[in-house]
């Protein structure tokens, strides 16, 4: 994690590929603390890690780097069938309008129209820093493991498939009107 956290500050552009969860510069502290709480950790131990993802997300604020999310369907679905007596889906949708108008940030979605497309079911980062040529590298997280990729070929595959996700994803101008078709009207 401190990789990614490094990455995070450091990079010239963060790419996150997400199909199951919404990546965590995007949570609110109450889906935070909902998935911390269904993954069975301590109360003391949830509200360090909030406080401490909730300072990561000040990177978002930084106007020297660009980020750029793909979103598959799947994500948002699984924060919309939360049992919800705590907002968490209204509040998640009005996090995801806000950060979306950040003009250093794209947000893209996959919807579930589109049907099968490569990589689906990955979930990765790819930083770029500016150098001559750029330097790429890919953050995979796994059940019991995370690394970070340097190997050209590998990076290249990585850089290949974000290529083909940003072709199946609907454009970033599309994201509000995809979230009101998921979520009904955003809350104001």
């Not at 956290?5 to 450091?10: A, Q, S, W």
């Not at 998640?92 to 979306?100: E, N, S």
């Not at 979605?109 to 049907?115: E, L, N």
Request: aromatic share 10%; proline share 5%; no cysteine.
């Amino acid at each position: 994690m401190r990789k990614l956290l490094d990455m995070e500050r450091t990079a010239t552009l963060i790419r996150y590929k997400a199909s199951m969860l919404i990546p965590g510069p995007l949570q609110t502290t109450e889906l935070m603390r909902y998935l911390m709480e269904t993954a069975g950790l301590a109360a003391e131990e949830i509200d360090q890690l909030v406080d401490l993802r909730v300072r990561r997300q000040g990177v978002l604020a930084n106007p020297e780097q660009r980020f750029e999310f793909i979103i598959d369907h799947a994500a948002l679905t699984r924060v919309n069938l939360i049992s919800d007596t705590r907002g968490i889906w209204a509040g998640q949708l009005k996090r995801l309008a806000q950060v979306a108008a950040q003009p250093n940030v794209d947000i893209k979605f996959v919807p579930f129209s589109h049907g099968f497309y490569p990589g689906q079911e990955a979930d990765y980062h790819l930083a770029t820093y500016e150098a001559d040529p750029a330097l790429h590298l890919v953050y995979v997280e796994r059940y019991d493991e995370q690394a970070v990729l340097h190997d050209p070929k590998i990076v290249k595959r990585y850089l290949d498939l974000w290529h083909a996700q940003e072709k199946v994803a609907l454009g970033s101008d599309q994201a509000a009107s995809f979230l009101a078709f998921v979520g009904g009207p955003l809350p104001s």
